[in-house]
């Protein structure tokens, strides 16, 4: 069983980067496939990017590529997620999750962090 925490999030300005960070308590964070998704105020929970094992693999949405990279550190139990040029329409509650596979779509996460929230102020 995988417990996720995620961290990193808060108040910034529209234009300027964050980093979160979710951390995995158990002891086989390198057999999950990890992802990021968000959920904006009054809307569904949307996929953001996911990240293979080893790392070498990486999906993102469409509308999010050249702006947001997720990397891992399998050493540290940790998935990370860089978010630059920060836009109001990116305020949400990021979450982290685990899969056996690499894919996008949400119910293919068994494991989820509790989620942390990002405002980006115009």
């Known amino acids: 069983q995988e417990q996720l925490v995620e961290s990193g999030g808060g108040l910034v300005q529209a234009g300027e980067t964050m980093r979160l960070s979710c951390e995995a308590s158990?002891?086989?964070?390198?057999?999950?496939?990890m992802g990021w998704f968000r959920q904006a105020p009054g809307k569904g929970r949307e996929f953001v990017a996911t990240?293979?094992?080893?790392?070498?693999?990486?999906l993102y949405a469409d509308s999010l590529k050249g702006r947001f990279t997720i990397t891992r550190d399998n050493a540290r139990n940790t998935v990370y997620l860089q978010m630059n040029s920060l836009k109001p329409e990116d305020t949400a509650v990021y979450y982290c999750?685990?899969?056996?596979?690499?894919?996008?779509?949400?119910?293919?996460?068994?494991?989820w962090g509790q989620g942390t929230q990002v405002t980006v102020s115009s």
């Open positions: 999750a685990a899969s056996y596979r690499l894919r996008s779509t949400q119910r293919e996460y068994v494991y």
């Open positions: 158990g002891s086989t964070f390198n057999s999950y496939a």
């Open positions: 990240i293979s094992t080893s790392g070498r693999g990486t």
